[in-house]
């Protein structure tokens, strides 16, 4: 099943490396991997989506804990808000241009530039969606794609905390992560 | 044989005055209590050997930068202490990579210090450059590029701390030349590690201790596995106090061996592919596994999906990436191991002894015996087996003996009995030949006060052979026992075992190491009887300085047991004897 992490690591050189480098060696595969700043100073975020069973996730969790750069890593999986963005560039015609609009309203996407015979289409979504939406534009001609792969964070049902109060109280703490058998 | 001095912080400076990075250096590690660096010179790291003259630090030139790292290797693990090595860029730096690696599987606390070519340069493909933190970055705890001199010291802490708290392993840190040669002020105060994310201090919850003290309690059949984690949390009297209180047996790995002494009547022995039949049997038969600081191996555990299926298991480990890495287990310990036993201990007081399932276990080690090696007629052949049991005779198992990887290996965890931790050195989890010699001239430089041999085949003898010149040139009393069977060993027993004999590419035409010894101004002596084992150990220990023993073994003798790779603990391959056996096996 996909499992959906949460990481806080140390804003410094090769940090990007250690992990990428530590899931290659325990033979895990990546689904995405999306890193980005935090609010905090000197402090980056990863949401990393690995498809593993329970125990590889607890695995996973230990080995990232372990990586000295790392500050924090949480699984939120299961309580996670998911959000995908994409840029899809559609072929489009004079005759096909209206019912490649219809189709971006009808999924909420958002249309950034129309040239002569395309269009960049901005879709932001959830995984499921994102796949109805292709498949949607797949026969005017999809001529181009990118996605950011996922960005995730806990929901409101859990316990919030500002991500500064988290990364200070992994500072000041000598608990270790909790190891469920 | 020259002992180290105390450092007396000659490369410190008044405060406030500037030092080069090169110098920090120095200075940084004599704060961290450092009396000797294992190294080899080179263009990027030359500024900082320049400041050498500073330091009170007893530079060790090795031969070959694999050599440095298994002597920092070996200095930890005879000491406890952390080892340092030090190399130039490029091939320097890449010469260290089968050293790191062999101290990363083994939890040894290495630092290794390289030379990098300017900042400036990083990227070009510059003479000698090389992307050392890139490439070891699997095989390293942590490593560093540092830049700048203001960061030396920092990073010297930083790289202390790492490599010797939790599990502890080896840490580069590559130095740019132009930071070697920039000056700063060297304030050691304000260098504080910087350490958000480091965490090594994990306990174990309430909860789990309570399930593991009713596993325990419950238990009829438990056995300890003990690991290197015994050693490493110096726990070993623990350890001793758990076992008997609890009148529990106790299995020890490669790395363990020592941490329990040998002589201890509930201690078993070594467990896994060359563990005796009565150890494994017992394991496979078990209803608790206690693991204390171990790591549940391939070569220990045999076949997972047979391996102890009846046994509940507790694991304690410091390292919670170890736990249901190999084994799923009912209850993990988190923690440092000694005080995960000081915490039970006090709540074992009740616990109903054992006392039928140790007598068990006694009745399986005399089945075992009349297969052993040591019981068999004497037909003249020289055996290793006999090797090892009379140099442990003759030191009376008192010697730090450090071993390479392969047969004489495993019949030295069989035939030397150890009985105090780190007097049994050898490269476990990566099996690297080649680093006997080496990680023995470290061992002794730890431990001066302590008898060293080294005992290494004459395959991996040959790898690191160079560092005879070391030895020398350095004055460093080790002496050398090959096992030279003129066959890679090991690979043989496979090939015999498991290849229809086809003895590909095992066979070696050896040089006279005799001779080569005297080449580089050690004594030698060869010996091809059982009667001159004895003499020749006696004639090494009388001698001042090193000595070096060509022992000429039977060609095609066989580490028995074997569990073949893969296979049930219980499906070994055992010594075939003519008294015993109808027919034989192999």
């Known amino acids: 099943m996909l499992n959906t992490f949460v990481v806080y690591v140390e804003d410094k050189p090769g940090v990007l490396a250690r992990v990428a480098i530590l899931f290659r060696r325990r033979a895990f595969n990546i689904e995405t991997l999306t890193v980005g700043r935090t609010d905090v100073p000197g402090v980056s975020r990863m949401t990393i989506v690995v498809d593993t069973d329970e125990q590889g996730a607890l695995r996973i969790e230990a080995n990232v804990y372990k990586l000295v750069n790392v500050l924090r890593i949480q699984n939120i999986t299961g309580s996670d808000v998911t959000r995908d963005l994409a840029l899809i560039k559609v072929a489009i015609t004079a005759q096909t241009k209206s019912r490649v609009e219809e189709i971006a309203n009808k999924h909420a996407a958002h249309i950034v530039e129309t040239g002569r015979d395309a269009m960049i289409l901005e879709f932001t979504s959830t995984k499921d969606k994102m796949d109805q939406f292709i498949a949607a534009l797949r026969p005017y001609g999809i001529l181009e794609m990118v996605s950011t792969g996922h960005v995730a964070m806990a929901g409101c049902s859990q316990a919030s905390h500002h991500s500064a109060l988290l990364i200070e109280e992994v500072k000041g703490s000598a608990q270790g992560i909790p190891r469920s058998v | ?586």
């Open chain 2, 1 to 586: 044989m020259s002992t180290t001095t105390a450092p007396q912080a000659q490369a410190q400076s008044p405060a406030n005055e500037k030092m080069t990075g090169a110098r920090i250096l120095w200075a940084s590690l004599e704060r961290e209590g450092v009396q000797t660096v294992f190294g080899y010179p080179g263009g990027a790291i030359l500024p900082v050997y320049d400041a050498l003259k500073h330091s009170a630090i007893r530079h060790i030139l090795v031969r070959h930068e694999q050599g440095a790292t298994h002597m920092a290797d070996g200095f930890a693990r005879a000491s406890g202490k952390v080892g340092v090595a030090m190399a130039t860029s490029g091939p320097g730096a890449t010469n260290m990579v089968t050293g790191i690696a062999t101290a990363m599987l083994d939890s040894s606390p290495v630092v290794c210090i390289t030379g990098q070519v300017g900042s400036k340069f990083i990227g070009s493909d510059a003479f000698q450059e090389v992307d050392i933190t890139g490439i070891t970055l699997p095989i390293t705890k942590h490593n560093y590029l540092v830049t700048k001199a203001e960061d030396i010291a920092r990073t010297v802490r930083e790289a202390f701390y790492i490599a010797q708290s939790g599990r502890p392993g080896p840490v580069l840190i590559d130095i740019t030349k132009d930071a070697q040669q920039a000056s700063c002020v060297f304030d050691w105060e304000a260098a504080a590690p910087q350490l958000p994310g480091y965490r090594p201090d994990l306990s174990p919850s309430r909860q789990d201790y309570e399930k593991a003290l009713e596993l325990i309690r419950a238990s009829k059949r438990p056995i300890i596995l003990a690991g290197h984690g015994i050693i490493l949390s110096g726990a070993t009297q623990e350890v001793c106090k758990l076992v008997e209180h609890l009148d529990i047996p106790v299995a020890v790995t490669l790395l363990g061996l020592g941490g329990i002494p040998a002589s201890h009547p509930l201690n078993l022995g070594m467990m896994g592919m060359h563990g005796e039949a009565w150890v494994n049997t017992a394991i496979q038969e078990a209803d608790l596994l206690i693991a204390l600081g171990m790591r549940f191996d391939d070569r220990v555990t045999g076949n997972l999906n047979t391996y102890a299926r009846n046994a509940k298991k507790i694991h304690v480990d410091i390292d919670p990436a170890e736990i249901n890495k190999n084994v799923n287990v009912d209850v993990a310990l988190v923690g440092d191991l000694r005080e995960v036993l000081r915490e039970l201990q006090p709540k074992l007081e009740s616990t109903p002894k054992h006392p039928e399932w140790v007598q068990y276990i006694g009745q399986l080690k005399g089945d075992s015996a009349v297969r052993d090696i040591q019981n068999l007629p004497d037909s003249g052949h020289l055996y290793a087996a006999h090797v090892i049991n009379d140099l442990w005779r003759e030191t009376s198992g008192n010697a730090i003996v450090v071993t390479d990887v392969g047969q004489h290996q495993m019949w030295e965890a069989q035939y030397y009995r150890h009985n105090t931790p780190r007097s049994l050195i050898t490269s476990g989890g990566l099996g690297t030949m080649g680093f006997a010699l080496p990680a023995a001239i470290g061992a002794k430089v730890a431990r001066p006060e302590a008898e060293v041999w080294v005992v290494v085949g004459d395959g991996g003898f040959q790898m690191t052979m160079p560092e005879l010149a070391t030895i020398f040139q350095e004055k460093i009393k080790v002496h050398i026992a090959i096992i030279n069977n003129g066959y890679l060993g090991m690979v043989r027993q496979w090939q015999e075992f498991f290849y229809s004999r086809n003895y590909a590419a095992s066979p070696l035409v050896n040089p006279d190491f005799a001779k080569l010894a005297e080449a580089f101004g050690i004594r030698a002596t060869t010996v091809t009887q059982r009667s001159g084992v004895v003499p020749a150990i006696r004639e090494a220990r009388e001698h001042d300085g090193s000595m070096l023993i060509n022992f000429r073994v039977e060609q095609e003798d066989t580490v028995y047991p074997m569990v073949p790779a893969g296979a049930d603990l219980k499906d070994m391959i055992r010594r075939p004897n003519p008294a015993v056996d109808t027919e034989m096996e192999w």
